[in-house]
């Protein structure tokens, strides 16, 4: 054990040495995650104060909509207490990662050629739950970041868990060199918080925000009416208001919770859907804040508010 004497910290031979190892053994992640990431062009978090907003929808379609427009795409769900992103993209949980002779993992394909690495494929099934000390889930990430061979990428979009807690800010601080961040939330007064609260965590990580999507914008009824069910507009305003992009407008629509519940890629199953068309212009506008305009810190404007 170690002891204090004297006022100073001491640490047997022992101790020393086995600190010394664990310290090893965390540099030589960090530099496999280095690695990795730095053959990847654009690595883009997603991220949202509140669950159930659509996050893991918004990130799935999002990397089906650049797929398509050719881009080299894998997602990295870093929700470990509810990994959805694999079912979106219709991988069954318990699906594995296969292994390669030098320890490291080849992350599974879905379609359009999505490559994608999650804890729920490496989980024997949907019930167990994940009942791990913040440690644990940090540590479970960073060894998938470590082992993970995604190749050469254009995105990579990494779903994060909800909030803008330590857990995510941890997870976030693991990527080096993050792109920036997109932000989702629905409409109404949820949005200022939502925006409100992700431009100051961006600010900690000093990474730019990409923009802001807000889902579930609407209901068009067949009849063609239009039904602003959590209200209108306030993203987009809090969106100017902070000078971040204002990305698109996703509507509600029955079949995207049907396809996502049974294993179906909305995005593929509905191209004609309006959904999927806003999912096609936003993944134009990501294309041009990133690779063109370059992602620009937020205007601090109103007063931000530190978690
Ligand atoms: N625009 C939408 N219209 C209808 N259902 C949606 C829409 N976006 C998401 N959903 C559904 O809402 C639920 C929550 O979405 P999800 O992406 O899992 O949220 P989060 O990742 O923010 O927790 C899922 O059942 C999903 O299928
Ligand atoms: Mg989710």
């Given at each position: 054990m170690s002891h204090r004497s004297g006022g100073g910290l001491r640490v047997s031979r022992g101790e020393y040495k086995a600190i010394a190892e664990r310290m090893r053994a965390i540099q030589d992640q960090q530099m496999r995650i280095v690695r990795n990431m730095r053959r990847i062009r654009y690595k883009i978090a997603v991220i949202s104060?509140?669950?159930?907003?659509g996050k893991s929808f918004v990130t799935t379609s999002l990397a089906a909509a650049l797929a398509l427009k050719g881009k080299k795409v894998g997602v990295f769900d870093a929700d470990v207490h509810g990994p959805s992103v694999h079912k979106m993209l219709g991988l069954p949980t318990g699906l594995g990662l296969q292994a390669k002779p030098d320890g490291t993992m080849i992350p599974a394909v879905a379609p359009p050629g999505i490559k994608v690495a999650s804890i729920g494929l490496l989980l024997p099934q949907d019930e167990i739950p994940l009942i791990w000390r913040g440690a644990i889930k940090t540590r479970a990430i960073r060894e998938l970041l470590a082992y993970v061979d995604w190749g050469d990428l254009d995105y990579l979009l990494i779903d994060l868990?909800?909030?803008?807690g330590d857990e995510a800010l941890t997870i976030a601080q693991?990527?080096?060199?993050?792109t920036g961040f997109i932000v989702v939330t629905i409409p109404s007064e949820v949005a200022k918080s939502v925006v409100k609260k992700s431009v100051s965590f961006a600010k900690r990580l000093e990474a730019p925000v990409i923009g802001v999507v807000e889902n579930m914008s609407y209901y068009r009824c067949s009849d063609g009416s239009i039904h602003y069910i959590f209200g209108r507009g306030a993203a987009e305003e809090i969106a100017e208001q902070y000078g971040i992009p204002f990305l698109g407008r996703v509507p509600l629509d029955p079949r995207i919770r049907e396809a996502n519940d049974s294993g179906k890629i909305f995005f593929l199953e509905y191209p004609d859907s309006e959904a999927s068309k806003a999912f096609i212009e936003i993944a134009e506008k990501v294309m041009e804040i990133v690779e063109n305009v370059g992602p620009k810190p937020p205007k601090w404007g109103p007063q931000i508010e530190e978690e």
């Open positions: 104060t509140k669950g159930g907003v868990p909800p909030g803008t693991i990527i080096p060199r993050l």
